[in-house]
């Protein structure tokens, strides 16, 4: 997925010059990918530039990062828990608390 600057995703399949670019990158690397059209003649020319932005490291404490993923898991852990209890324990709470955390890491919940 990538978004463009008005924060909004979309899906894109990277041509072979993309990957190559991101072959360079590390896992955690910040970067800006821009699409542009040119114009040879008569024919377009699609180019795109991969530029390593500036990586915002999370904030470290005692070794623990910053980052509110344990608070988000521990918060979905303890929703699922009592959703299985509300239910009767017709769910099973690891796979809830797994699809709450996604959920909620990818809307930004707080």
Avoid: W
């Amino acid at each position: 997925m990538v978004k463009d600057q008005s924060g909004i995703e979309y899906s894109l399949f990277a041509p072979e010059e993309v990957h190559e670019k991101l072959k360079d990158l590390r896992k955690g690397d910040r970067f800006s990918l821009t699409k542009e059209a040119g114009q040879n003649g008569k024919k377009i020319i699609i180019k795109f530039s991969v530029i390593k932005t500036e990586s915002k490291q999370p904030e470290s404490t005692n070794g623990n990062t910053n980052d509110n993923f344990y608070d988000l898991m521990l918060t979905s852990c303890r929703d699922a828990v009592r959703i299985q209890n509300e239910l009767g324990g017709l769910m099973d709470a690891k796979s809830l608390a797994v699809s709450l955390f996604i959920a909620r890491s990818k809307i930004g919940y707080n």
